[in-house]
């Protein structure tokens, strides 16, 4: 082969997305394994604008916006509950995705979450609509989640990856299990 033709020949590089800390990630696991009763809590806080448009602010970011469709007598300017509800669970299975890969030492270069619910909401939000309804009816009453996810490891492995981080995902748990939940006026 001459030096010319060799230049010729097309090169394909790959780009992988950003890595977490592997050695963070570790450190973080082994804290899990010597204490695994341990827990953190979230909060949010939510402050209604008006009609169904309210803010949530967490810590110190941006708010997030929620609102409902025209058809439900929002404005819609901003997802609304669900597809919130949604977004976490794509976000939740993404970062179980990446670590997950990191601790298999599985190099991403892409990763996408596509989810959709059904849901409905015939008691009108206790509003008078359909008042037979009970807490099973109401709600999510199927999620769908398809991956694409590409790295250096066959699709079996990929496969194992997704499957592992959906076992383990906090949010993905949550909406599958039933929690303890309590609701009342602030003192």
């Not at 916006?65 to 901003?78: K, M, N, R, S, W």
């Not at 509950?81 to 892409?110: D, F, H, M």
Request: glycine share 10%.
């Amino acid at each position: 082969m001459t030096e010319a033709s060799a230049l010729d020949t097309p090169t394909t590089v790959k780009a992988y997305l950003r890595p977490i800390d592997s050695e963070g990630l570790a450190a973080f696991a082994a804290k899990g394994r010597a204490n695994p009763a341990s827990r953190g809590t979230n909060k949010v806080h939510t402050v209604m604008e008006g009609q169904y448009r309210s803010l949530s602010t967490v810590g110190q970011h941006s708010p997030v916006v929620v609102d409902e469709p025209l058809h439900l007598f929002g404005q819609d300017t901003a997802p609304a509950p669900g597809e919130i509800v949604l977004s976490g669970l794509g976000g939740c299975l993404a970062v179980g995705i990446t670590a997950v890969a990191t601790w298999k030492q599985v190099k991403l270069s892409r990763l996408e979450v596509f989810l959709e619910g059904d849901i409905g909401n015939p008691a009108a939000w206790g509003a008078g609509g359909a008042l037979e309804k009970t807490p099973p009816e109401m709600g999510f009453q199927a999620i769908r989640v398809k991956v694409v996810v590409e790295g250096d490891a066959p699709r079996e492995v990929l496969d194992e990856i997704v499957q592992h981080a959906n076992f383990y995902s906090p949010v993905a748990n949550t909406l599958r299990n039933p929690i303890p939940f309590t609701i009342s006026l602030a003192d």
